[in-house]
């Protein structure tokens, strides 16, 4: 059930509406987010750290928490530059920060709503450096694929898992997973 992530990052463009445009406007803001990007790591770590099950996660070793901001700096920027003009580059890049997710725990409930902070703490500070509000709706598009590629790694190592561990077929799994839904 493996996504490749350069397919899995043009369906999501298409499913969002990340245009052209977009791209152009989130590039020529790329100085913007750069220099914006700890203050948005900022508000994204206090959140998450104001919960129990986070806060632990996020300091379980010596200077996690300050790895993770420094990756956060990196990943806000990469959406105003797409690195690669959102190519391939930047659909591994998101891939991989989705499994580096599932690895060290930080599951979609947590991630949703510290992603939830972002979007409203960009606008924010969007308005008050008269931004124009473009910027704003193509940044949230992209980080609504940034935030599909987190859901979707656990989905996909979820999955894997249980094919490989238990011999099932795909087709079998999926059934099970809708008959399952269906009595919930």
């Known amino acids: ?34 220099a914006n990007a700890s203050t948005m790591a900022d508000h994204f770590y206090a959140y998450l750290g104001r919960d129990e099950e986070m806060n632990a ?30 190519g391939k580059g ?12 599932v690895k060290i725990g930080i ?26 509000e473009e910027l704003q709706y193509a940044l949230g598009r992209i980080c609504m694929i940034d935030l599909a590629f987190i859901e979707q790694a656990y989905v996909e190592v979820s999955s894997s898992a249980v094919l490989r561990e238990t011999g099932w077929s795909e087709a079998l799994f999926k059934r ?4 399952g839904a269906s009595s919930m």
């Open 176 to 179: 099970l997973i809708a008959t």
């Open 1 to 34: 059930m493996a996504i490749e992530p350069t397919a899995f990052m043009a369906t999501m463009e298409r499913r969002i509406g990340l245009t052209p445009e977009d791209k152009t406007i989130l590039k020529s803001h790329a100085d913007w987010g750069l």
């Open 107 to 132: 599951a979609p409930q947590h991630v949703v709503p510290a992603m939830a902070i972002v979007v409203h703490e960009v606008g924010k500070q969007l308005k008050l450096d008269g931004k124009p």
């Open 90 to 101: 930047y659909a591994d890049c998101r891939w991989h920060i989705g499994l580096v997710h």
């Open 57 to 86: 996660i996020l300091n379980k070793t010596e200077g996690r928490i300050h790895r993770l901001h420094e990756t956060f700096i990196q990943w806000f920027h990469q959406m105003f530059t797409g690195m690669d003009d959102w």
